[in-house]
């Protein structure tokens, strides 16, 4: 017998946002101005190959927390996980130590030098599990139903066919399988170091993640300047415990008593500004 559906964890939270229901003005102060005139949210340029070393900067590990993000996913030796933007390898390189050498890491990038900056780190550190793939502007060309984590790490903004991208990342997860989403926050000051088309609200990629066919599970704001969305496939059958669900009652108090510690102890004026 088919289990009923019940509301997702997030499903309130989602609807609230598109319906814009919650109590704030319909476009944030710190948008673009092009965004704000037209509705329609542009993507940002594609950061250059010739920009590798600043990925592969110092204090990155203070500023993004590369393990940290990774505890949080949890991930499991024999893990799949597809690192789209994988740029030179930043993340993938500790995601492949943790899936062990049964597992498997694809590094997904639309430049073709960023990725031969990939295979020569790769090279230089003995990693044998990641698999350099390039992808195209609306394909990441992954195996279909095949991974379990997709990470992207500050480049889904970038995304200049954000809609395709989307459809093809969905069909290429696993059954149970996630997303972890980190982008810059646009909401508040935290991330004023980096320019507003690289940075997004909760608010944005809630309605462009939904309304292609994904559900949050869990966000988490323990980072010093980005936002870290989890999210599935809404539509995964195989993927329905009620760990992952949210009853239908009031949004805040839904957060305050089910949601992770991450989210515990905000006031509801602080995710008005999150969710605005």
Known sequence: MQQSRRPSRFAVLAATVVAGALLVTSTSPAEPLA?????????????????????ERVERAGEERPDEVIDA?????????????????????????????????????????????????????????????????????????????????????????????LARMRESLA???????????????TGDHIYA??????????????AAGFELVDLYEFLPSQHMFILRDATDPSDASPETRLEDFDLFAAIETRARPAWRGRSPELWRVLLG
Request: hydrophobic share 40%; glycine share 12%.
């Open 73 to 165: 996913m949890q991930l499991q030796p024999g893990d799949v996980v597809a690192d789209v933007g994988v740029g030179s390898g930043y993340f993938a390189r500790r995601i492949a130590a943790r899936v062990g050498p049964e597992g498997k890491v694809y590094g997904v990038d639309i430049q073709p030098e960023m990725l031969q900056i990939l295979e020569e780190s790769l090279e230089k550190e003995g990693i044998t599990n990641v698999e350099p793939v390039l992808g195209g502007a609306a394909d990441p060309n992954l195996p279909t139903a095949a991974i379990d984590w997709i990470l992207l790490v500050d480049v889904y903004h970038e995304f200049s066919e954000p809609g395709g991208m």
């Open 197 to 210: 088309d690289h940075r997004m609200s909760v608010r944005q990629v809630l309605a462009e993640w939904q």
């Open 35 to 55: 965004q704000q005139s037209s509705g329609q949210r542009e993507p940002a340029r594609t950061m250059s190959y010739r920009g590798a070393p600043w990925l």
């Open 175 to 189: 059954p149970g399988g996630r997303v972890a989403l980190l982008e810059y926050r646009l909401e508040d000051a």
